[in-house]
């Protein structure tokens, strides 16, 4: 596809769902051959398909962004497939069992921080090399609402998305002189499974509602990824984008 995209790459994690889906496609719509990853199959293979129909390129590489050795086989087969890696949109993530915070057990802080947090650790330390051996590169990690502002009962998503939100702050510094920039989107609700799959909704915070009358989409967040990544941006770097519908500033 024709697109200011046109001959780069894109890995998208958690791409087999929701927001990175939205931005697989996004990114294929401006031209990217895209590199889907996700930990669920099923998800990521329908996502190349969709991608397809549209007219563009991808290809799916079964990834736990929670495993080192996952992580360095994506940047690989998304550079031996597609030559290079322009970008990358870290986006995996679980939201984890809403309950107060002296409730929740060990295993669930490890298994949220080792994907939500930990995975984009994983994930940038192998695409950031690559990046820097062919000259430059925009990384956008996906953060939350909930990287900014506390959520009842979300404690460990909470944690874990001011982690990813605090990584790309440092990450930015860390390559700010070798032209790899790295920002964050910090959605607020968006219509995706995720939320969809909120078993009781009532154990959910209500308190901070957007003031836009509607809840987002993952194309919202998928076009802020798209010009985080863009020329459009290249003075940007270390930024936490909200993509909230004003639900963050009051
Ligand atoms: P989703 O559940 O629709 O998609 C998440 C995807 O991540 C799934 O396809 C899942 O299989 C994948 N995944 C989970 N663990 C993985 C692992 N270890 N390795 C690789 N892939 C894995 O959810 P979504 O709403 O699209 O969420 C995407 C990101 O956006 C998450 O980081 C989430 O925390 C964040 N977010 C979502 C919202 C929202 O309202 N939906 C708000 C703020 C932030």
Same mark, same amino acid.
Request: proline content about 4%.
């Given at each position: 596809?024709? %697109?200011?995209?046109? %001959?780069?790459?894109?890995?998208?994690?958690?791409?087999?769902?929701?927001? %990175?889906?939205?931005?697989?496609?996004?990114?294929?719509?401006?031209?990217?051959?895209?590199?889907? +990853?996700?930990?669920?199959?099923?998800?990521?293979?329908?996502?190349?398909?969709?991608?397809?129909?549209?007219?563009?390129?991808?290809?799916?590489?079964?990834?736990?962004?929670?495993?080192?050795? +996952?992580?360095?086989?994506?940047?690989?087969?998304?550079?031996?497939?597609?030559?290079?890696?322009?970008?990358?949109?870290?986006?995996?993530?679980?939201?984890?069992?809403?309950?107060?915070?002296?409730?929740?057990?060990?295993?669930?802080?490890?298994?949220?921080?080792?994907?939500?947090l930990?995975?984009v650790?994983?994930?940038?330390?192998?695409?950031?090399?690559?990046?820097?051996?062919?000259?430059?590169?925009?990384?956008?990690n996906?953060s939350?609402?909930?990287g900014?502002? %506390?959520?009842?009962?979300?404690?460990?998503?909470?944690?874990?998305k001011?982690g990813v939100a605090?990584l790309?702050?440092?990450?930015?510094?860390?390559?700010?002189?070798?032209?790899?920039?790295?920002?964050a989107?910090?959605?607020?609700?968006?219509?995706?499974?995720?939320?969809?799959?909120?078993?009781?909704?009532?154990?959910?915070?209500?308190?901070?509602?957007?003031?836009?009358?509607?809840?987002?989409?993952?194309?919202?967040?998928?076009?802020?990824?798209?010009?985080?990544?863009?020329?459009?941006?290249?003075?940007?770097?270390?930024?936490?984008?909200?993509?909230?519908?004003?639900?963050?500033?009051?």
């Open positions: 596809m024709a %697109g200011q995209f046109e %001959g780069k790459v894109a890995i998208v994690t958690g791409a087999g769902s929701g927001i %990175g889906r939205g931005s697989a496609l996004a990114f294929a719509r401006e031209g990217a051959r895209v590199v889907v +990853a996700d930990i669920a199959v099923e998800g990521g293979e329908e996502t190349v398909k969709q991608v397809e129909a549209a007219g563009g390129a991808a290809i799916f590489v079964e990834t736990d962004v929670s495993q080192a050795a +996952a992580a360095k086989r994506l940047v690989e087969q998304a550079v031996e497939s597609y030559g290079r890696l322009d970008f990358a949109h870290n986006n995996a993530g679980l939201l984890g069992k809403a309950m107060p915070v002296a409730e929740c057990s060990e295993e669930e802080w490890d298994r949220i921080m080792s994907v939500n930990k995975g650790w994983q994930c940038m330390r192998f695409e950031i090399p690559e990046m820097l051996e062919q000259g430059g590169g925009a990384i956008v996906t939350s609402a909930a900014l502002i %506390g959520m009842e009962r979300l404690a460990l998503y909470t944690a874990s001011h605090g790309t702050k440092a990450a930015a510094l860390d390559y700010a002189k070798s032209g790899v920039r790295v920002n989107v910090c959605p607020g609700f968006i219509n995706t499974p995720m939320i969809q799959g909120i078993e009781d909704p009532t154990t959910f915070p209500t308190d901070a509602l957007p003031a836009l009358p509607r809840a987002g989409t993952p194309e919202d967040v998928a076009n802020a990824v798209v010009w985080l990544c863009s020329e459009a941006s290249s003075y940007i770097t270390g930024h936490l984008m909200s993509v909230d519908g004003a639900m963050t500033i009051r």
